[in-house]
């Protein structure tokens, strides 16, 4: 994969398998309202002052609500040499394929 592709919400799971970061960059209240299982929370706006804590040799998938805050991130990211990927249709499209949505309190998450 090159930088900045789309992965869609059916392949997330085996990527994860493979050892790719799964990036959530959506506000603190979306997040506890419903994150997946396996994401680190980094807020987009947080981003550029936090990107020392990105891997060059790591492999990130980017997630927001629909895929745009994700896909400008993406951009950011391919810019500063990080290889990310942006989730087709973000948290909204990956609730309806996943049963790993949780809330900051580890029960069943909903996507606001």
Not at 15 to 36: C, N, P, T
Not at 56 to 74: L, M, T
Request: charged share 30%; net charge negative.
């Amino acid at each position: 994969m090159g930088n900045n592709e789309e992965v869609s919400p059916e392949n997330l799971e085996n990527l994860l398998s493979e050892g790719f970061k799964l990036i959530d960059v959506r506000e603190q209240d979306e997040w506890d309202a419903g994150h997946h299982i396996e994401a680190a929370h980094i807020p987009m706006g947080t981003i550029p002052e936090r990107i020392d804590e990105f891997d060059e040799d790591e492999k990130y998938i980017i997630i927001c609500r629909s895929g745009g805050r994700s896909g400008r991130v993406c951009t950011f990211m391919e810019k500063e040499g990080i290889q990310s990927h942006n989730l087709t249709g973000g948290m909204n499209k990956l609730s309806t394929t996943s049963e790993k949505i949780i809330n900051s309190n580890g029960k069943n998450g909903i996507v606001i």
